[in-house]
């Protein structure tokens, strides 16, 4: 007696591939921006860190400057602070500088280093120490009359939210 047996055949349709593929894209589309947000947020914490201990080091200069941070300048190719540039560590995100100081009042800017080895103005992060620094549409910044010993912070639209609040 001869039986025939039906072969089924096994695998996935090439529609069933291209839903899959279709899926798995839309989950990747959702995901990727909140990746790279988080990914900034990590770079930006890295420039408020460096920040700090520039301002620290501030401090420690207008001491021995006897109040005044007058002759506290840092930045690249010259460092009177008693601190490594944070700019030069490895894998560094940023490059800092303090294009600004009187005796009262000084501004630290971190600017975001390029792909090509400049920096990028459009992502910068600034804290002013008794002036406010304001940002300019195409990454410039503004520096507006602000209250002795107060610091403000202001930085780019892809910082905005990580940076602390003006006191």
Same mark, same amino acid.
């Given at each position: #007696? @001869? %039986?025939?047996?039906?072969? $089924? ?5 090439? /529609?069933? =591939?291209?839903?899959? %593929? ?5 989950? !990747?589309?959702?995901? =990727?921006?909140? /990746? ?7 770079? !930006?914490?890295? &420039?408020?860190? !460096?920040? &700090? ?8 200069? @207008?001491?021995?400057?006897?109040? *005044? ?12 602070? $008693? ?12 490059? @800092? ?5 009187? *005796?009262?009042?000084? +501004? ?11 920096? $990028? +103005?459009?992502?910068?992060?600034? #804290? ?12 410039? $910044?503004? /520096? ?7 610091? @403000?912070?202001? &930085?780019?639209? &892809? ?9």
């Amino acid at each position: #007696m @001869y %039986i025939h047996r039906m072969r $089924t055949k096994t695998g996935f349709t090439l /529609l069933e =591939l291209i839903i899959v %593929i279709v899926i798995v894209g839309v989950l !990747a589309s959702l995901a =990727l921006p909140k /990746l790279f947000s988080v990914i900034e947020g990590a770079r !930006a914490a890295e &420039a408020l860190s !460096a920040i &700090a201990s520039i301002r620290s080091a501030m401090e420690r200069c @207008y001491l021995m400057n006897n109040g *005044s941070y007058m002759g506290c300048a840092f930045g690249p190719g010259y460092n009177f602070l $008693t601190i490594d540039d944070p700019g030069t560590s490895p894998n560094a995100h940023f490059t @800092y500088n303090i294009p600004l100081v009187s *005796s009262l009042f000084y +501004v630290i800017i971190a600017d975001r280093n390029a792909l090509d080895g400049g920096v $990028t +103005v459009d992502h910068r992060i600034v #804290m002013g120490f008794g002036i406010q620094p304001q940002m300019q549409p195409g990454g410039g $910044t503004s /520096l507006l009359a602000g209250e002795e010993g107060k610091i @403000y912070w202001d &930085a780019s639209p &892809a910082y905005k939210g990580f940076v602390p609040k003006s006191n």
